[in-house]
């Protein structure tokens, strides 16, 4: 049951800080900071995960900017 709670607050981590910022850096900078909590929540690579965040931040704000602030 812990590890569902975990994989569910991650989700709600990651969708609520995901798809924000006006700039590329400033979507770096958030989908980073999504990433990394997503990953400390589920113990895994902080580092990878703030990678994988600000990579993942950007393509979407990128491909979809009408859903970005």
Do not use: H, W
């Not at 989700?11 to 980073?32: D, H, K, M, R, Y």
Request: proline share 3%.
């Amino acid at each position: 049951m812990f590890t569902s709670y975990k994989a569910g607050f991650a989700c709600i981590l990651l969708f609520t800080l995901s798809g924000c910022g006006g700039t590329v850096p400033e979507q770096a900078i958030f989908g980073a900071g999504a990433g990394a909590g997503t990953a400390a929540v589920l113990d895994g690579n902080i580092a990878a995960g703030a990678v994988v965040g600000a990579a993942g931040n950007i393509a979407y704000c990128q491909t979809f900017p009408d859903r970005c602030l």
